[in-house]
């Protein structure tokens, strides 16, 4: 029987592999899909919420739907970082992008 | 009343000839003087109006004793009282009462013969314009010190007393020692205001007025309180400071770098009477602390004496005149002192009229001659004899020889002090007017009479200085008879019954008293006849006689010296731990601080690495550790 703890276990798994992603990858893209690991894993626990839940309105559906749009928008923006730091740096190792160093 | 505008119109009248003479007329010598005449004159009639219109309504209005005096005042700044703050009210008024009135003429009067006298002395002088500017600005605020009817106002005054004090006496500033000479002047007076300014202050914060008229119903009600002690105390420095008393006295004889008619006013009519006119206008505040009054006369009796001493040895004829200033406000101090407003009054107000001849006597001689050295001069009688026969009247005047008016003043003074049981400050008194006597006609005998020096070619000076000379020869022969018994007989009043709106003082003629101090003015007119006159004893050898004394006497006690090693030594040392304290300690202190930021600064911003993923870790982090808190009960979480 797969109840609403398999789906927050999966989820959290989720979110973790794409935490460790976001945190350990040098390359600028695979941190960009890390981060879109994590957002679906938090889409997966609204989307579980919402089944398992007692609230009548499909209210964690809707959020998920908001986030995937949210999430194309961001994956648009962040590729398009990604790829003028490469044109300007021949570089998308994250590493390098230390201008912001005290 | 008419007396309050004409009061405001005579304190005006100086002020708009400086601003004219300032603004106007500077490159027109003649006018610049003759603006500061009329103006000088104007405030001397609208005095002498005033002075009738007092005499007249305090002879027919009111019974003895009662304050027959009348005054105006406009609010000049007001803050109001918040909460338990008190606020402040100062307010310009007039105060027109017989004290006032008698000042304002002895002002007007003396700083009108000075005025016109500079006519003559200061003819030709580069800065003749300024010259006169700076005479109206001193008469404007003598004048309005004098019609002050409160303490604040006073002070203000005081302080530009102070100010013209100082541009007059430095007037001759490419001279080095006439501008230390007046930076010596303004810096003594400073340290004598502060007392002023701080007793007043406190005078303030206990009764919450400046006001004269206020101040003498609420002081009855505080005798014999401490902080009464503490306000005279405190507001006494002042005028000793102004009226040059021991230990501020250093000031004035310095003063006499300024030019001569400068020193006339200062030393009769502005500046030194300052400090006497303050105490009788505060008399109530000061006769209701003993203390104080004792100290007074005690200051006065020591520097009637102490600079009466120096004046036996000066040979500079206005270091000799200046020494018996001091001596002489010494006098007013004294006779203040033991409680005799009255005879302090009587004193000033004479030896406003003799001083200033005296002084300009001297200023006639040097005029003529170049020369301030009386043992460079002699045989001057002969060729300059106005200047001659009216500097022996004031002399004559100051030694206190009947009839002149310093012997009335003088008796009064000795007369008030053996009446308030002061028999030492009497026979000090006595010893003075000998001195005083002995030194005068050694000037006299040295510089006027025996061989004429033959290279100077001595002439008598023009009308302008001989018509003052003239005319303060004639008020120092009648002035001091409005202080005798046949004054008062005839009009029924005399002078001190007419100043003095507490109890009338009956003006006697002690015979005892006239009699020894007669004697005295005469022991040393002798005696200076004997050494300076005939030379039957050699005045080198009384020197030699006297070695040790005289050098001390010369070297004018060596308070210069003191004041000088004081300052040099003590207040630099001080000035030097004061540094000290500021550079290592407080500035150790505030550049501690800034040492400690920076170094801080420095270690945090090995944390700022710039690399985004170890940011978002750290984010992460703080975020899992937020949540833990907040939902584990042990740790104080709500959410369970």
């Known amino acids: 029987m797969i109840g609403l703890s398999q789906y927050l276990i999966l989820s959290a798994l989720l979110f973790c592999i794409g935490f460790i992603g976001a945190v350990a990858k040098r390359n600028a893209i695979a941190v960009l899909m890390g981060v879109e690991l994590m957002l679906n894993a938090v889409n997966l626990n609204l989307v579980a919420f919402d089944r398992f839940g007692s609230h009548a309105a499909p209210l964690g559906q809707a959020f998920a739907v908001f986030i995937i749009a949210v999430a194309a928008a961001e994956v648009a923006v962040g590729l398009a970082i990604i790829l003028t730091l490469y044109r300007r740096r021949a570089s998308t190792t994250v590493d390098d992008l230390d201008a912001l160093k005290g | 009343m008419i007396m309050i505008p004409s009061a405001i119109?005579?304190?005006?009248?100086?002020?708009?000839?400086?601003?004219?003479?300032?603004?106007?007329?500077?490159?027109?010598?003649t006018l610049s003087a003759l603006i500061a005449v009329l103006a000088v004159g104007a405030s001397l009639g609208l005095s002498i109006g005033n002075l009738v219109g007092v005499i007249g309504g305090s002879m027919t209005g009111g019974a003895p004793g009662a304050f027959s005096g009348t005054h105006a005042a406009l609010p000049w700044l007001s803050i109001p009282s918040v909460g338990r703050f008190r606020g402040l009210e100062l307010a310009m008024g007039v105060l027109v009462d017989p004290l006032s009135a008698t000042m304002c003429v002895i002002v007007s009067l003396v700083a009108f013969l000075v005025t016109v006298y500079s006519l003559g002395y200061m003819k030709g002088d580069p800065g003749f314009s300024r010259y006169f500017a700076y005479l109206s600005l001193f008469a404007f605020s003598m004048l309005g010190l004098v019609v002050a009817d409160n303490y604040f106002q006073t002070f203000v005054f005081w302080e530009l007393v102070g100010?013209?004090?100082?541009?007059?006496?430095?007037?001759?500033?490419?001279?080095?020692?006439?501008?230390?000479?007046?930076?010596?002047?303004?810096?003594?007076?400073?340290?004598?205001?502060?007392?002023?300014?701080?007793?007043?202050?406190?005078?303030?914060?206990?009764?919450?007025?400046?006001?004269?008229?206020?101040?003498?119903t609420a002081l009855s009600g505080a005798r014999g309180s401490a902080m009464l002690a503490v306000i005279a105390g405190l507001i006494f420095v002042g005028p000793l400071g102004k009226s040059a008393q021991f230990p501020f006295h250093v000031w004035l004889p310095d003063a006499m770098e300024g030019p001569?008619?400068?020193?006339?006013?200062?030393?009769?009519?502005?500046?030194?009477?300052?400090?006497?006119?303050?105490?009788?206008?505060?008399?109530?505040?000061?006769?209701?602390?003993?203390?104080?009054?004792?100290?007074?006369?005690?200051?006065?009796?020591?520097?009637?004496?102490?600079?009466?001493?120096i004046a036996l040895v000066q040979t500079d004829i206005k270091r000799i005149l200046a020494y018996s200033t001091l001596s002489q406000l010494g006098y007013m101090f004294m006779a203040l002192g033991v409680g005799s407003m009255s005879a302090g009054m009587f004193h000033l107000t004479t030896h406003a009229f003799f001083k200033a001849l005296l002084f300009l006597g001297a200023g006639s001689v040097i005029h003529a001659t170049g020369e301030q050295d009386i043992f460079k001069m002699g045989g001057l009688g002969g060729k300059m004899k106005i200047t001659a026969a009216t500097f022996v009247i004031g002399a004559l005047a100051l030694s206190g020889v009947f009839p002149l008016a310093g012997f009335w003043s003088k008796d009064d003074i000795l007369f008030a002090s053996l009446g308030s049981g002061h028999v030492g400050l009497y026979a000090l008194?006595?010893?003075?007017?000998?001195?005083?006597?002995?030194?005068?006609?050694?000037?006299?005998?040295?510089?006027?009479?025996?061989?004429?020096?033959?290279?100077?070619?001595?002439?008598?000076?023009?009308?302008?200085?001989?018509?003052?000379?003239?005319?303060?020869a004639a008020l120092t022969i009648i002035a001091g008879l409005t202080g005798s018994p046949w004054f008062k007989s005839a009009f029924g009043f005399s002078f001190g019954s007419f100043i003095f709106f507490g109890e009338p003082e009956a003006s006697r003629l002690d015979l005892l008293t006239a009699g020894i101090s007669t004697a005295m003015a005469a022991g040393g007119i002798a005696l200076a006849w004997v050494v300076y006159g005939r030379k039957i004893v050699k005045a080198e050898r009384l020197a030699a006689a006297f070695g040790p004394l005289y050098r001390l006497l010369q070297r004018k006690f060596y308070v210069d010296e003191i004041y000088g090693w004081i300052f040099s030594k003590v207040m630099l040392l001080v000035g030097v731990i004061f540094d000290w304290i500021d550079h290592t300690i407080i500035d150790g202190f505030f550049d501690g601080a800034g040492a400690a930021a920076r170094a801080t600064g420095r270690k945090l911003r090995l944390t700022q690495s710039g690399r985004l993923q170890a940011y978002a870790l750290i984010i992460f982090a703080a975020i899992v550790i937020a949540v833990v808190v907040i939902s584990t009960g042990l740790l104080g979480g709500t959410l369970n």
Not at chain 2, 9 to 29: G, N, Q, S
Not at chain 2, 279 to 293: D, K, N, Q
Not at chain 2, 433 to 440: I, R, S
């Open chain 2, 9 to 29: 119109a005579l304190v005006a009248a100086p002020l708009a000839a400086f601003v004219l003479i300032a603004c106007a007329t500077r490159k027109a010598p």
């Open chain 2, 163 to 216: 100010l013209s004090s100082y541009l007059l006496i430095g007037f001759w500033f490419e001279k080095p020692s006439a501008a230390d000479a007046s930076r010596k002047a303004f810096v003594t007076n400073r340290w004598a205001d502060f007392g002023f300014l701080t007793g007043i202050l406190v005078l303030f914060s206990v009764f919450g007025t400046f006001d004269f008229g206020q101040l003498s």
């Open chain 2, 260 to 309: 001569t008619p400068v020193s006339a006013l200062i030393h009769a009519a502005t500046m030194v009477a300052a400090g006497v006119y303050l105490i009788a206008r505060g008399f109530i505040l000061f006769a209701s602390v003993p203390a104080v009054m004792e100290t007074m006369a005690y200051i006065g009796g020591f520097t009637a004496l102490f600079a009466a001493s």
């Open chain 2, 429 to 472: 008194g006595l010893g003075v007017a000998f001195m005083t006597a002995f030194y005068m006609f050694r000037l006299i005998f040295t510089a006027f009479g025996g061989r004429a020096a033959e290279r100077l070619h001595a002439h008598e000076s023009g009308p302008a200085m001989t018509i003052p000379l003239l005319i303060l």
